[in-house]
């Protein structure tokens, strides 16, 4: 006869496999899926483009687990408006293949530093995201917006410090009313001058000090600016999102032919459980995304 353990263990696991949001399925269920088993296997974790929803069909073709979509174009549209928030809803519905997470949250236009800050209009932007998000069963809004925070020059840092730290916890306030997390992004300083590491994203994220306020750990950018890989393994605590691309010209994996493994091994040893989204410069996006998902999975393999 089965054991109580036994049937409890598998009547989760179908709760996890099969967790819906509104009759979406929610992209945290799929991590936890994933995850389900073993913790000392190879490192396995769930694989996700940067991409428009339309390319669904090729992504699930491919294996990939979910898309990262554009705040601009998914949940606040450019064009379109609400009818094509809507339209993207229903499309979310018809196809079920979870987008977990969103990046390009607001315009650099919209000044989070300086002299001249857009605080409420950021506020206002970001309500209505995470609200959306949460509709669409998503975990989590990538708080990058290098242009929004860069520092204009002669500008006190400390000051343009308070004035993000500020923002951020009004900020961290609507994403727990509407249950999905922000993940603050660091960026390599060709990109912007403020957030350019792990350790300075976690500075802020202590300062705010909210459980929905959290860090993304970019792989690309922490080559590109030579940040090792023990860094994971120092502020995994805080790490809820995970992005990948090749060092040099942010090429997808495999197109050079970058080794991940140690930035993996780290993850492995944090026992991180989120998502790893491929953003990058697309030349031949279907032969490149196959090919990504190969590398990736094999070199996950490998640690």
């Not at 598998?10 to 945290?28: D, P, Q, W």
């Not at 936890?32 to 069909?57: N, Q, V, W």
């Not at 500075?203 to 590109?224: Q, S, T």
């Amino acid at each position: 006869m089965e054991s109580f353990e036994n049937k409890n263990s598998r009547r989760n696991f179908l709760k996890i496999a099969t967790g819906t949001v509104a009759g979406i399925v929610t992209s945290g269920t799929w991590a936890e899926a994933a995850f389900f088993g073993d913790t000392h296997r190879a490192l396995s974790l769930p694989l996700g483009i940067c991409t428009s929803y339309d390319k669904t069909p090729l992504m699930k073709s491919l294996g990939y687990s979910f898309i990262e979509e554009n705040v601009g174009r998914f949940l606040i549209p450019d064009k379109g408006g609400d009818e094509q928030y809507q339209k993207n809803a229903a499309a979310l519905q018809t196809e079920r293949f979870p987008v977990r997470s969103y990046v390009s949250f607001f315009p650099g236009t919209l000044k989070s530093v300086g002299n001249d800050t857009h605080h409420e209009a950021i506020l206002q932007r970001a309500d209505l995201a995470l609200k959306r998000a949460k509709e669409c069963g998503s975990a989590n809004i990538v708080f990058g917006s290098g242009g929004s925070r860069f520092i204009p020059e002669g500008f006190d840092r400390e000051k343009a410090k308070q004035q993000h730290i500020e923002l951020s916890k009004k900020m961290a306030l609507l994403a727990e009313k509407r249950g999905v997390t922000l993940a603050i992004e660091p960026l390599n300083r060709s990109e912007t001058n403020f957030v350019n590491s792990l350790a300075e994203g976690v500075e802020i994220i202590e300062a705010v000090n909210h459980p929905r306020f959290r860090l993304l750990c970019d792989i690309y950018h922490m080559m590109k600016d030579n940040e090792g890989p023990e860094q994971i393994v120092k502020y995994g605590k805080y790490i809820t999102h995970c992005h990948i691309a090749e060092k040099q010209n942010r090429t997808a994996p495999g197109v050079v032919g970058d080794d991940f493994r140690e930035y993996f091994k780290a993850l492995k040893k944090i026992k991180y459980k989120g998502g790893l989204s491929i953003e990058c410069r697309w030349k031949d996006f279907d032969n490149e995304a196959k090919k990504s998902i190969e590398v990736l999975k094999q070199q996950m393999s490998e640690v």
